[in-house]
C-alpha cells in the first residue's frame, strides 16, 4: 500500500500523524548523534582524569576535558578551573554546570512525550468521524433502496480503522525512543555527578592541611 492511498484511507486526520512520525524520526536521528557524540565517563576517562591529577598537570586536564562534549567532562572542567577556589566555591560551580548540561540531555524529549499521548487519540478520532461518515453513506442509501447491497460497510469500517492502527503505531515507536533517550540522559547526568563527588572528594584531601605530629 503506497502512502498516498494510507493517506485517503484514513482520512484527514492521516496528515497530523504523518508530521508526528516525521518529528519522531527527526528527533531520534538528532538525538542519536548527540548521545552518541558525549563522554561517558568510564573508566578510561576515569583514569586518564586521575593519572592527569596526580601528576600535578591541572593546565593539561582542562586542555583535555575542553575537547571532549557532554555533562560528564563539563562538570570536571568546572571542578578544575576553580580548583584553587573554597570547597563551596567549587560545589557550587559544579552544580551549576549539571544545571546548564541537564536540558541538553533532555532536549526534544517532550515532543516525543507528547506525540505518546496525542497520536492515538488523533487516530481514534479519524476512525470515529470516518465510521460517521461510513454510517451515514449506508444510512443514505437505505433510504433510497431499502433492499441495497450493505456489504461495502465492512470495507469501509477496516479503512476508517487505518487512522487508529497508524497512531498507536506511532505512540509505541514515541514511547521506546523516548524511555531509551530518557535512559541515556539520566546515565549520563548519574555519571557526571560521580565525577563531581570524586573531584570534591579529592579536592578536599589535597587542600586539608598535615597533621601536627606528636611531640616528643
Known sequence: MSLSALLHQGGVFMFPLLLGSIL????CIERGFYFASLERGGVAFLARLQELLSKGNRAGAIEWLTGLQGPVPSTALAALQNWTASRQTLEDAVVARSRVESPRLYRYLNVLETTVTASPLIGLLGTITGMMGVFRAVSAKMANAPNADTSHILAGIGEAL?????????AVIALLAHNFFQSLAESQLEASERVGDQLLMAHSQETQPPKAEPEA
Request: charged fraction near 0%.
Open 162 to 170: 487505518v487512522a487508529t492502527a497508524t497512531g498507536i503505531l506511532l
Open 24 to 27: 519522531t524520526v527527526a528527533i
